[in-house]
């Protein structure tokens, strides 16, 4: 599992890959290993510790107070060459999907 933070003033935006190899854009063959449930869920709750932390997310500042809205993106929806899916495949249905939704279950959505 590959967490990068793409840094924006001195926080940074938490992006996680659900699965990266650049192989197959050399051997012309899939050649990736998705994660199992529980990597991909411990890597969210990491990811999501992080945000929560405000070691990722969005600074903004109102009225003189400089904060940060937790933010977490996930690299890709559908890159099946390089293996960033969180689509629904024939060989792991919707877990990708479905753990997202159990670790950010909770999460209010920006007004």
């Known amino acids: 599992m590959v967490m ?3 840094c924006v ?6 992006s996680l890959i659900a699965g ?6 050399e051997e012309h063959s899939p050649s990736f290993a ?3 449930a529980a990597e991909w869920e411990e890597a969210l709750r990491q990811a999501k510790a992080a945000a929560e932390a405000n070691l ?15 933010a977490v993106t996930i690299y890709a929806w559908n890159e099946f060459g390089e293996g960033g899916i969180l689509a629904p495949t024939r060989g792991q ?8 939704a159990k670790v950010f279950r909770s999460v209010r959505a920006m007004p």
């Open 4 to 6: 990068s933070g793409l």
């Open 9 to 14: 003033g001195d926080r940074g935006i938490c």
């Open 20 to 25: 990266f190899d650049p192989r197959p854009w």
């Open 34 to 36: 998705t994660p199992s």
């Open 56 to 70: 990722f997310g969005f600074p903004v500042t109102q009225g003189g107070h400089h904060t940060v809205i937790p």
């Open 93 to 100: 249905g919707t877990m990708l999907l479905d753990t997202v």
